[in-house]
T-cell receptor, first 114, second 115 residues
């Protein structure tokens, strides 16, 4: 049974600070890791993806992966009120035939306080 | 990323009836997926719809309840059959990226209420 665990929050962060979101997964065979942002009433929007151990940066976002610890995180620098949303961690196996179905965590509700 | 549309955006249905949800992608993709998001919950994968083969269902989901069609590389349908109030959810389709990055992008979802 593949499981993805996230702290549901809410996580409250002051505007301009760094928001740190964490995720652990149970299946050591997981190969691909994704962070989606979901605003209330909207569908998930892809923020970051990471496949290799280490850090991956894209603008204000940094994804970090540690496969040995089965841990993936998302850092949001210079947090803005518009970053307030639910952040979903998702993992998949890679079967070599293209994208695979995702297993999602329950999401962390992030609130950026002005 | 591909642009994905779904129809209908929402519907209210009676118990025992069926609803077919359509998903259209603006580019050709091999892999499409169907997910369910129950109220206040995260997303759960229903099935993978690979063009040219039968859909692959996840544990807890069966073809008789959720038949899927994938007639071409840009289109898929999900039918929710013999509905009960427990089927009230948001149903989302996704498609793999055409960039080869193994990422998926989601359609806007179909909000289904079963009375």
């Amino acid at each position: 049974q593949k499981e993805v665990e996230q702290n549901s929050g809410p996580l409250s962060v002051p505007e301009g600070a760094i928001a740190s979101l964490n995720c652990t997964y149970s299946d050591r065979g997981s190969q691909s890791f994704f962070w989606y942002r979901q605003y209330s009433g909207k569908s998930p929007e892809l923020i970051m993806f990471i496949y290799s151990n280490g850090d991956k940066e894209d603008g204000r976002f940094t994804a970090q992966l540690n496969k040995a610890s089965q841990y993936v995180s998302l850092l949001i620098r210079d947090s803005q009120p518009s970053d307030s949303a639910t952040y979903l961690c998702a993992v998949s196996m890679y079967s070599g035939g293209g994208a695979d179905g995702l297993t999602f965590g329950k999401g962390t509700h992030l609130i950026i306080q002005p | 990323s591909a642009v994905i549309s779904q129809k209908p955006s929402r519907d209210i249905c009676q118990r025992g009836t069926s609803l077919t949800i359509q998903c259209q992608v603006d580019s050709q993709v091999t892999m499409m997926f169907w997910y369910r998001q129950q109220p206040g919950q995260s997303l759960t994968l229903i099935a993978t719809a690979n063009q040219g083969s039968e859909a692959t269902y996840e544990s807890g989901f069966v073809i008789d309840k959720f038949p899927i069609s994938r007639p071409n590389l840009t289109f898929s349908t999900l039918t929710v059959s013999n509905m009960s109030p427990e089927d009230s959810s948001i149903y989302l389709c996704s498609a793999e990226s055409t960039s080869g990055s193994l990422t998926q992008y989601f359609g806007p979802g179909t909000r289904l209420t079963v009375l």
